[in-house]
């Protein structure tokens, strides 16, 4: 299909974006490659962080004073926000956390280190980040639960005959990405839901990589828990959202203590406080927090369908210029099950080396390693790959300078006789 504006968004938007446009690398324009471990921020959320130090900032749910009132206001309406964004039916079951990371291991230390006894099943994949692996082991260790992983198709997608197998009475959780953050697969989880909850298990989706990109509608989905970061969405770093259902978060124990999550506390114990202070311990990152509402507008006001469109025009641009090219592997399913992003590998070019030289020499900017899934890599027989992962600012063009700059460092790395020139 030929690619055409239809497709995609305006350029404009990209004036939205200091750094995409004011930054040169090599010289040339920076071409922003690395979305999947932290998007850019648009003036609207940088104002909007500046003009709450400027006018509104203090703690929150603290003080009785002016600004204090007024911080709390706009920390409880980003929440209020996020549950509309998210089709959540309270915003007290949205949870301030620190990212992904910091949700899930909410889940895995409350809900898990009460719920779970030995001999219980934790279902997970093959596919995740080690932020839905180790926190289920650590778990699994402390319970006496058995952690098991769904496998893969030979073109990375989740093998839901083998999923359907290891599903049993047994399980009692199912963590799993929406969309994978190296092989860009997009799970089906509304199936996955549905399944696990024939058996009784409850399902934790770890959304980091899709709510950035794709609309989301928890209770649609039906899911238990959901979690995600707001540096992946336009937001800031520093702060995250855990989902959960309200008769779950209510049932499970606090996670840290401290000040803000009791309702009274004695010498000899404590009271917790109702949902959400109960999860949230301590001063929250308060402005970050805040700042969500800013990305959230700006996601809503581009639409998140039409977002979906753009990355994925870029994505069959890309993924058709990368088959191309000899010796390069791409990891992961076709395009028409791939969200936004392509991790490839070569033979015999390190991929740190390999995004060293496209940096230095091209100003492309992707990821190179293991993006946090070890398991993954060592599955597929390499150490690491390449990531190019696109957002709403990224262009076609973009896309010509990453394959023209992946041809010639190729070049570069070829063995003696078929060299163009040596890396500098
Ligand atoms: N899960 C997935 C699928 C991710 O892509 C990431 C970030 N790379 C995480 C979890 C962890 O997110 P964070 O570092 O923001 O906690």
Redesign the pocket.
Do not use: E, P, V
């Given at each position: 299909m030929p690619l055409t504006n239809k497709h995609l968004l305006p350029e404009s938007l990209r004036s939205d974006f200091p750094i995409i446009t004011n930054d040169l690398v090599a010289g040339r324009p920076l071409v922003f490659l690395d979305n999947?471990?932290s998007t850019q921020r648009p003036r609207q959320v940088i104002e909007l962080i500046t003009r709450v130090y400027e006018h509104d900032y203090a703690n929150v749910h603290r003080g009785i004073h002016t600004l204090s009132e007024r911080s709390t206001e706009l920390y409880e309406q980003a929440r209020e926000k996020i549950a509309v964004f998210l089709g959540a039916a309270h915003a007290r079951e949205i949870i301030f956390t620190q990212?992904?990371?910091?949700s899930i291991n909410l889940v895995a230390r409350s809900w898990g280190e009460t719920n779970l006894r030995p001999g219980d099943e934790i279902l997970t994949t093959v596919m995740e980040?080690h932020?839905?692996l180790v926190p289920w082991q650590q778990v699994a260790t402390k319970t006496g639960a058995i952690l098991r992983h769904v496998p893969l198709t030979d073109d990375g997608r989740l093998d839901m005959s083998a999923f359907q197998k290891l599903l049993s009475e047994r399980t009692k959780l199912v963590a799993v990405?929406s969309v994978s953050?190296t092989l860009g697969t997009i799970n089906p989880v509304a199936e996955i839901i549905t399944q696990a909850h024939a058996v009784g298990a409850l399902v934790l989706v770890?959304a980091?990589?899709s709510v950035p990109h794709l609309a989301t509608d928890v209770v649609k989905l039906d899911a238990d828990f959901l979690a995600f970061?707001g540096?992946?969405m336009l937001g800031p770093s520093g702060v995250?959202v855990l989902y959960g259902k309200e008769q779950l978060l209510d049932a499970m124990p606090p996670f840290l203590g401290g000040g803000s999550m009791i309702n009274e506390v004695r010498l000899d114990g404590f009271t917790p406080a109702e949902l959400p202070a109960k999860f949230e311990a301590g001063t929250p990152p308060i402005v970050p927090a805040i700042a969500m509402s800013a990305a959230v507008d700006y996601l809503q006001s581009v639409g998140l369908a039409a977002i979906h469109r753009h990355e994925m025009a870029l994505t069959q641009l890309a993924y058709d210029a990368l088959s191309q090219i000899e010796g390069l592997r791409i990891l992961g399913p076709a395009p028409e099950h791939r969200a936004g992003l392509i991790s490839f590998a070569f033979e015999r070019i390190h991929a740190h080396e390999f995004a060293q030289v496209l940096n230095d020499q091209f100003g492309v900017a992707v990821r190179a390693g293991h993006h946090?899934t070890q398991p993954l890599h060592k599955l597929l027989g390499i150490s690491a790959s390449t990531r190019a992962s696109f957002y709403l600012y990224n262009r076609p063009e973009e896309i010509d300078r990453l394959v023209e700059g992946i041809r010639i460092v190729q070049a570069m790395f070829a063995p003696q006789g078929r060299r163009r020139t040596r890396p500098q």
């Open positions: 999947a471990a990212g992904t990371t910091g980040h932020s839905n990405a953050n770890d980091a990589q970061s540096h992946k995250g946090c």
